[in-house]
């Protein structure tokens, strides 16, 4: 079926924005067209979501940070998966690092312990 | 013959208009920027443009579409100059905080039962998602509309914008949002 109307004038129909005939023509359409008024549907319920979704109140302090002409300064917050992945590479670099560091010393202090406890097996082994 | 029950309104208090108009104001910023870190910014600046001219308002449209003419072309610069745009992209979407400061998870839920409000809850994070992804325009066209319940051509005179364009966009802001709440209910 061609249809006489477009889907942006459906969406003015909810809205009751058109013209009185245009409104007339949609309606009588409607009656006999599946397609539209399945589209009509989807538009509304879409308004429906919307609304019952609600609009965000304002923070309780805006008020008085408006009335006094300026705001506490806001800090923009990364979001936390960019926080999180920023955490993670900062561990890793700094593990990295310090490990490079400290591998020499690391070492010493192994071989000192290893040292000092095949001297204490050796001397209990000895009887001493 | 004015009605004297009527405030005048060409003799708004600053405490007035801000009594009138922030709270949906602020929905209309948060519609615009995306998030409540910029509305706040925006509706501070918006609200300090107003304020100071409000010796000029002479009361013959509603505050609340003063205000929003106000919010829209501040909007319109801070967009137009800002140069760091990824950087919004990484802070901005985070559709879980709209709400916060609420008090409650979703402010119009009148049912106590706890079940409705999860579910509600639930229903609010879809839209605001699917919200997201629309352009910032739609948002705010959609909004002024199903909120304010402005006419096309109050719309068209805060957006600056013809009636026209404003038929457009509210479609296209209907039918984005139909698309994604469909998808999500499909994934």
């Not at chain 1, 889907?7 to 067209?33: G, V």
């Not at chain 2, 995306?34 to 100071?52: C, H, K, M, Y």
Request: charged letters at 30%.
């Amino acid at each position: 079926m061609e249809h006489e109307i477009s889907k942006e004038d459906l969406s003015a129909f909810l809205d009751e924005e058109l013209e009185p005939s245009r409104n007339t023509a949609i309606e009588n359409h409607l009656k006999s067209c599946a397609e539209c008024s399945g589209e009509l549907d989807r538009l509304r319920g879409a308004s429906a979501a919307f609304r019952a979704a609600g609009s965000p109140p304002a923070p309780a302090r805006l008020a008085g940070a408006v009335l006094r002409g300026k705001g506490p300064k806001r800090v923009k917050k990364p979001n936390l998966v960019v926080k999180w992945a920023m955490s993670v590479a900062f561990c890793v670099f700094l593990f990295l690092t310090m490990g490079k560091m400290f591998k020499p010393a690391i070492s010493q202090m192994f071989k000192q312990i290893l040292a000092q406890v095949s001297g204490a097996v050796s001397s209990v082994g000895s009887g001493n | 013959m004015a009605n004297p029950e009527e405030p005048d309104l060409s003799k708004l208090t600053a405490e007035e208009l801000v009594e009138k108009t922030l709270d949906r104001a602020f929905g209309l910023a948060v519609r615009l920027t995306g998030n409540r870190s910029d509305a706040w910014d925006l509706t501070q600046e918006t609200f300090v443009r107003a304020i100071a001219g409000l010796s000029g308002f002479r009361g013959e449209s509603d505050p609340s579409t003063w205000v929003y003419r106000i919010m829209v072309n501040a909007w319109k610069n801070k967009v137009a100059s800002r140069p760091w745009r990824w950087w919004r992209r990484v802070v901005s979407i985070d559709s879980d905080s709209l709400f916060e400061d609420a008090g409650k998870v979703l402010p119009y839920a009148d049912d106590p039962a706890p079940e409705y409000a999860l579910e509600s809850a639930e229903r609010t994070r879809r839209v605001e998602r699917a919200l997201q992804r629309l352009r910032p325009e739609d948002r705010a066209a959609l909004m002024l509309r199903e909120f304010e319940g402005k006419s096309y051509r109050e719309i068209g005179e805060i957006l600056g914008i013809p009636v026209g364009t404003v038929k457009s966009r509210l479609f296209h802001a209907r039918s984005a949002l139909a698309d994604e709440l469909e998808s999500e209910d499909g994934a």
